[in-house]
């Protein structure tokens, strides 16, 4: 008696192979854009929340704060304040495969990243600070330690702004009349000439680096989030 074996012939199981890495292909990058809009989603939800600590901030100081991270409290008696949570992965985006510790990943513009300025300049070589950013990065909560925003109002100087504009417009912005201008003075002046206010002092980049996504910006004055390219002066949505 003859007993009949059934089974797939190599053939029939090369084409369901390919079937299946056919659907996986059509499946996978949409797996992938789903968890990326979840993330840019974690990311808003951190700029929100940063945005109402900073206003609380303002409001009990009458300024900003010098760094993101003097929202927090340090474990250092007398550094920081307690308009966040403790828990500092609110200054961590999803998105960043570094977590933080590499800060903003904007290369051309160092200086406002809210990390360690050691790790500053490991991460970003070409960084030389002077003597304006070592005594800007002295007043950071040195508790915090990693950070994927960059925070367009700190002290720091900003280089490039001086290298654009007359000196009499340097003038203008110079409010502390030191000489130079720093990117809280730089920020503060462009709210107030131009892009209706809409100016950012908190951005996000690493959507954009990882996923070719739009910038998130959290908008000084009223907080809102907006997405723009790199130039936001010229690319606001």
């Known amino acids: 008696m003859n007993i009949k074996k059934y089974g ?3 053939i029939e199981l090369l084409v369901v192979i390919a079937i299946i890495s056919m659907l996986a292909g059509q499946i996978l990058p949409s797996l992938s854009t789903a968890r990326e809009k979840g993330r840019q989603a974690n990311c808003i939800n951190n700029l929100h929340q940063i945005g109402l600590a900073i206003e609380m901030y303002y409001q009990d100081y009458d300024d900003y704060p010098t760094w993101l991270s003097l929202l927090c409290k340090s474990d250092i008696p007398g550094v920081g304040t307690e308009y966040l949570s403790k828990k500092y992965e609110i200054f961590v985006c999803l998105t960043d ?3 933080g510790a590499k ?4 290369i051309p ?26 005594d800007a990065y ?10 994927s925003y960059s925070y367009e109002f700190a002290l720091t100087r900003w280089k490039f702004f001086e290298s654009r504009y007359p000196q009499s417009i340097i003038n203008e912005v110079d409010t502390n009349g030191d000489g130079k201008v720093s990117w809280k003075e730089a920020k503060i ?30 908008a000084f004055g009223d907080y809102n989030v907006f997405v723009s ?7 606001s949505y």
């Not at 990390?115 to 002077?130: C, R």
């Not at 107030?192 to 951005?203: A, D, F, L, N, T």
């Not at 390219?229 to 690319?235: F, L, M, N, Q």
């Open 189 to 218: 002046w462009q709210s107030m000439h131009g892009y209706r206010g809409h100016v950012p002092i908190v951005r996000c980049f690493w959507h954009h680096f990882n996923y070719k996504q739009k910038v998130l910006n959290l």
């Open 103 to 106: 800060g903003h990943g904007f």
């Open 8 to 10: 797939f012939t190599l």
């Open 138 to 147: 002295k007043y950071r909560n040195p508790s915090v330690e990693k950070c």
């Open 229 to 235: 390219d790199i130039g936001w002066e010229v690319s």
């Open 109 to 134: 513009e160092p200086a406002i990243c809210d990390i360690p300025l050691e790790k500053v300049q490991a991460n970003y070589p070409s960084y030389e600070p002077d003597d304006i950013d070592i």
């Open 97 to 99: 495969s570094n977590r």
